[in-house]
């Protein structure tokens, strides 16, 4: 696979605008752009460091996967997501390797990318996204 750099961490939080608070007061970090992904269930906060992003992820619905995330384990680091070039070869070179995917082909994210879940029992527990964006 061809990653190169982390895309971003998703943060899973209960209340977008209190944690925003936390980011841009305590650390100083400036929110550019807030966005509703419905067919997550999900609002998003990102703040850019260097060419990695941080994203919150407040549910917007508690049978959503963020919802049922919070309620088993509480607000917290999420996933990582890596950029790769490629995404559809990455799913393939993936899962002849024996990972289990969540998405088997990729589909739209926030911001407009490419994404594409790894199920964390075969990253070792790390629920992995996958992310390209793609120039149209
Ligand atoms: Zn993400």
Known sequence: MNISHIEHIGIAVKNLE???????NILGLKCYSIEE?????VRTAFFMIGQT???LLESTDSEGPIGK????KGEGIHHLAFAVKGIEEAL?????????LIDKCPRKGAE?????????????????????????
């Open 18 to 24: 209190d944690s925003i608070k936390y980011y841009e």
């Open 37 to 41: 992904v419905k067919e997550q269930k």
């Open 53 to 55: 992003k941080l994203e």
């Open 69 to 72: 995330f919070i309620e088993k």
């Open 92 to 100: 393939v070179e993936a899962e002849s390797k024996g990972i289990q």
């Open 112 to 136: 407009g990318l490419d994404i594409a879940f790894l199920h964390p029992k075969s990253t070792a527990g790390v629920l992995t996204e996958l992310c390209e964006k793609k120039n149209i």
